[in-house]
C-alpha cells in the first residue's frame, strides 16, 4: 500500500468531516437562534402588552383624577365668589347698609363654613397650590369675621381687599391647574 493514498483518503475524509461538521454546525446555530427567536419575540410581544396595559390604566386612572379635581373645582370656585359676594357686605361704602349686621355676619359665616368643608373634605384630591391659597382665603375670611364681631373698622377693609386678591390668585390657580393638559403638568404641584 502506499503511503499517498492514505494521506489522499486522510485528508479527503477530513475535509469531508469538516465539511459535514460545519454544515451540521450551522443547521444547530440556525435551529437556536429560530428558538431563540421566537422566545424573545413572545417576551417582546408580552412587555408591550403589558406596558400598553399599563399605560391604559395610569390614563384611565389619570382620567378619574382629573374628573374628580375638576367637579371640587367648580364646587371650590362657586364657594369661594360667594364667600366673596358676603364680604362685600361689610365695605362701609356699601350700598345695602339697610340689612342688619347680623344678618350680614350670619350670611359670611354661613359661607365660611361652607367653603371650609368642601377644602377640608376635598384636600387630598386637588393641588397643593390651591389648598394652600384657599386655606389662607379661609385665615384672611376668619380675620373678617373677627373685626366684625369686635366691631374694629380699620382692620375690615384690608382683610377684605386680601380676600379679593386670594380669589383672584384662586381663579388663576385652578385655571393653571385645569390648563395644563400634559400629563407631567399633574405633578408640577
Known sequence: MD????????????VIIISLSSWLGKVWASRILEQDKAKYKIQVDTLLEDLRTKEKKELFVHQLQFEKEFEIYKQLWEKVL??????????????????????????????????????YFNRP???????DLSKRLLDTAANVAGSVKRQLDTNIETNLDSVNILVGEICDAIRERIWSTDKTGWDRY
Request: aromatic share 16%.
Open 3 to 14: 503511503w499517498g493514498t492514505y494521506v489522499g483518503g486522510g485528508i479527503t475524509a477530513t
Open 82 to 119: 360667594v364667600l366673596g359676594r358676603a364680604g362685600t357686605h361689610f365695605r362701609s361704602l356699601q350700598m345695602e347698609a339697610l340689612k342688619p349686621v347680623e344678618e350680614r355676619f350670619d350670611a359670611f359665616r354661613n359661607a365660611y363654613n361652607s367653603l371650609n368643608e368642601l377644602v
Open 125 to 131: 384630591f386637588y393641588a397643593p397650590k390651591i389648598f
